[in-house]
């Protein structure tokens, strides 16, 4: 594909990579422009900007995301109970749908006809890029020059010196990590033997739950339809909360995940991920789910939310059945409003108290007092019509498994 004369905006992280791809897409005529999205990744190490310039960038823009992060890609996930594979709250993909929505946005303000991201052809992100630019922006063309135009480490590396880019001077870690707001992902290296336990320069955010401190302590989340908007007790926007609950179940060992992962593209592969926040928000907000809705809704909630995971996980953020789920998630969050107390320690998270104005539960009706105002007497008339099917079928079939008044002496 020619780039002459091309503008092409470049998600651009401020590593080598993206830098080296910069040099690489002015080498083929093209006019990059670089944009760094803030997702709360931490400080960049060096001014991405000045950097960018340096290498060649036509300009560099630097956005703070986090907030929209927050608002428009998170929260959703929340509400969904989004858990890919059931566990991992996929931080990473939501991630990418906004810098490409960014890069698309970019791409406009500036008239390029190509944008391009640093993804490889083995993962899930290029997917992510690539899909989502089809459906915000289906004129534009993908550029992915770390998948598309291959250079080995090594060779990038030789690239960067001699085109005056510079080299981290640090001893390189041997993993590859992704973090924002929502989560931190550890993978390579030696992780990439399933057998090998991973050692401890290998966490970040979360301390290890048998040097986590030996008193529990108990945290407080307060949420308004659907959404954490309290720390104990003090109302706080949502990126604020999802850093503070970080800190504070990181500090109990609490978000550790070790699992292996079935990526789109067909491979499996071994992921460590660091997810404290995500895990105490989502189990206190099953928990209040668990209070406030019914037992139908909570049942057919949980195929949606299966669902939901893998289109979140599969570049299908931008796509009418994502949208379609979305507004039933959002009506079932009207009454998920309460208070859950989780209990943090050494690693464990577990809902201790729970608290609705809208609550489901009744005492009168659960109680084993007898006061209750449960009628039991409706019990064995509902019961023998429940069964009735069951029964029909024993006298038709002689049972599933029919144990005769013989054999049962
Ligand atoms: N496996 C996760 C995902 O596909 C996280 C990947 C993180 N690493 C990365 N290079 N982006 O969402």
């Not at 998270?349 to 729970?354: A, E, G, H, N």
Request: include cysteine; charged fraction near 25%; glycine fraction near 8%.
């Amino acid at each position: 594909m020619s780039l002459e004369g091309k503008k092409v905006v470049l998600a651009y992280s401020g590593g080598l990579d993206t830098s080296v791809s910069i040099k690489r897409l002015e080498e083929k005529g093209a006019e990059p422009y670089a944009l760094y999205v803030d997702l709360g990744q931490g400080e960049a190490e060096t001014d991405v900007k000045e950097k960018a310039l340096a290498i060649g960038a036509a300009d560099c823009f630097v956005v703070d995301g986090k907030e929209e992060f927050a608002g428009e890609y998170v929260a959703p996930a929340i509400k969904a109970n989004a858990l890919y594979g059931g566990k991992y709250p996929l931080f990473t993909a939501l991630g990418r749908y906004l810098i490409s929505k960014k890069l698309v946005e970019a791409a406009r303000r500036v008239g390029a006809t190509h944008i391009a991201h640093g993804s490889t052809g083995k993962g899930n992100d290029q997917v992510r890029f690539d899909v989502t630019t089809a459906s915000l922006a289906p004129d534009l063309i993908v550029v992915a020059p770390t998948r598309d135009w291959k250079m080995s480490r090594p060779e990038e590396i030789e690239y960067a010196r001699e085109h005056g880019i510079p080299v981290p001077a640090t001893k390189e870690s041997p993993y590859s990590v992704d973090e924002n707001l929502w989560g931190r992902s550890i993978e390579a290296g030696p992780l990439e033997d399933p057998e090998h336990e991973p050692t401890p320069d290998v966490y970040e955010l979360t301390t290890d739950p048998e040097d986590a401190p030996d008193d529990p302590q108990y945290v407080e989340l307060g949420f308004e339809e659907g959404l954490p908007v309290s720390l104990d007790g003090e109302e706080m926007p949502l990126v604020a909360l999802i850093a503070h609950l970080n800190e504070i179940a990181g500090s109990h060992g609490v978000g550790r995940l070790d699992m292996i992962e079935d990526r789109l593209v067909g491979i499996k592969s071994r992921e460590i991920y660091e997810v404290p926040a995500a895990t105490v928000i989502i189990a206190a907000h099953q928990e209040l789910e668990s209070l406030t809705l019914p037992k139908d809704v909570l049942r057919f909630k949980a195929h949606v939310e299966q669902r939901y995971a893998e289109l979140a996980y599969e570049g299908l953020w931008f796509t009418p059945l994502k949208a379609a789920l979305d507004a039933f998630v959002d009506e079932t969050q009207k009454a998920v409003t309460g208070t859950i107390r989780m209990k943090l320690y050494k690693g464990t998270f577990t809902p201790v108290s729970r608290s609705a104005p809208k609550a489901l539960y009744s005492k009168d009706l659960a109680t084993y007092d007898p006061e209750s105002t449960f009628d039991e007497s409706a019990a064995a008339g509902f019961i023998a019509l429940w069964g009735l099917p069951a029964r029909q079928w024993a006298a038709v079939h002689g049972g599933i498994e029919r144990v005769s008044p013989q054999r049962a002496g």
